[in-house]
């Protein structure tokens, strides 16, 4: 069955950095737009970063721009988020997430496949 699995979430001080992994099974990985999509404690979905299928475009939102790097291997079923200069507005359960085409939205039946999260906690 399809499976994506976070790793890599934990506490962190403000300004450090984490690194988040996801591990894809069931599905043609590579044929996929991978995202990571995050919810803050008490906040809806926020949408953080996209990549194509080859892993040759990517996009990012506001927030994290210029902070954050998403990569693919698709060798490895792999997605990784790298986070840097962490701030506490960081703080939130990341998802990493499938869909065929498209940007992604806020709303989790958006995507074709989703994560069971892992917990970011930025705080001193």
């Known amino acids: 069955q399809v499976q994506l699995v976070e790793s890599g979430g934990g506490l962190v001080q403000p300004g450090g950095s984490l690194r988040l992994s996801c591990a894809a099974s069931g599905f043609t990985f590579s044929s996929y737009w991978m995202f990571w999509v995050r919810q803050a404690p008490g906040k809806g979905l926020e949408w953080v970063s996209r990549?194509?299928?080859?892993?040759?475009?990517?996009h990012y939102a506001d927030s994290v721009k210029g902070r954050v790097t998403i990569s693919r291997d698709n060798a490895q079923n792999t997605l990784s988020l790298q986070m840097n200069s962490l701030k506490s507005e960081d703080t939130a359960v990341y998802y990493c997430?499938?869909?065929?085409?498209?940007?992604?939205?806020?709303?989790?039946?958006?995507?074709?496949?989703w994560g069971q999260g892992t917990q970011v906690t930025v705080s001193s």
């Open positions: 990549i194509s299928p080859g892993g040759g475009r990517t």
């Open positions: 997430a499938a869909k065929r085409a498209g940007w992604g939205t806020t709303d989790s039946t958006d995507y074709d496949y």
